[in-house]
C-alpha cells in the first residue's frame, strides 16, 4: 500500500514503518491517524512479518501531533449540543487510543528506534512498543501539559509500567524533556548509541535475532507479559496454563532441537494469515 505519512519496507522478516514527513518533523497530521494504524493492521494480517521496526526519517523520531489537527478542527468538536458534543469528542479520543493500542495487539514484538525528539503523540505511540532504543541526542516529552491539556493516548497510563511512577508524574506534571541517559537509567529505553546509524544496526539486529525464534513462542510471549502486566500474578499463572495447554507444540520444539544439533538455523512456519470468519 502507498501511505502519504510512512515508509514501509521489508527486509526479510522484518517490517520496518518509517515516520516520513521529514520537512514537518514528522508531525501526526489527520492521514498520519488514519494511515498509521492501518499500516500496522497489514503488516500483522499478512502474517509473515515477526518483527515490526518503527524509525523516523530526518532530524527527528517525531514532533507529535500536526497543530493543524487543534487550528482546523471538525465542527462538531466546538459546537452544537453540549452533551452530543462530549460524546463525540468521548468517541475521537478512543478512536486515536487504538492507533497505538494496535501495537499491543499485533501478534509480533514491535521495536522503537528513537533518534532527535519524541514529543507528545510520539511518547504516546513509544509507551505501546514492546522495546525502545535510542541515540544520545534522543529525548522524550509530555508535552501536552505545556500545551494546557492531559495527555490522552496512553502515555500516562503506559508509562508507569515502564519506570518510576514519581518520574512519570514529574514529566507529565512539568512537561520537561528527558534525554537519553537518564531514559536509560529509568528503564524507557534498553539502549543507547552515539548515532541513528548504529541504533538502526543494533536495532535490526535484535529484531533479526528475534526473527529467528519461534513466532508462536513470540507471540505467546508478548501475549502473556501484556497480561500479566495488566493483571495480578496468580491471575497471570492460571492464564499461563490455559494459554500454554492450548498452544503448546512439541512439535515447534523438535524444529529447533533439530537445528542445534545439525548446527543449523532452524525453519519455523510463520504465522497464518488473518483471514475473514469462513473464508
Known sequence: MNYTTLRVEREGPVTQVILNRPDKRNAMN???WLEF???IRAIDEEGSTRVIVISG???MFSAGMDLTVFTSPNQKMISGDLGRKSENLRRTVLQLQECFNVLEEVRMPVLAAVHGGCIGGAINLVSACDCRYATEDAYFSIKETELGMTADLGVLQRLGKL?????VREL???ARKLPADEALRTGLVNAVFADQESLMAHVMGI????????PLAVMGSKEVINFSRDHSVSDSLRYMAAWQSGMFQPGEMMVGFQ???QKSEPEYQDLWPVEEPFS
Open 37 to 39: 494504524p492501518k499500516a
Open 207 to 214: 529484531a533479526r535475532q528475534i526473527s529467528s525464534n519461534s
Open 163 to 167: 519506570m518510576p511512577e514519581g518520574l
Open 172 to 174: 507529565a506534571y512539568t
Open 30 to 32: 489527520r492521514e498520519f
Open 57 to 59: 526519517e530526518g532530524k
Open 259 to 261: 537445528a542445534k544439533m
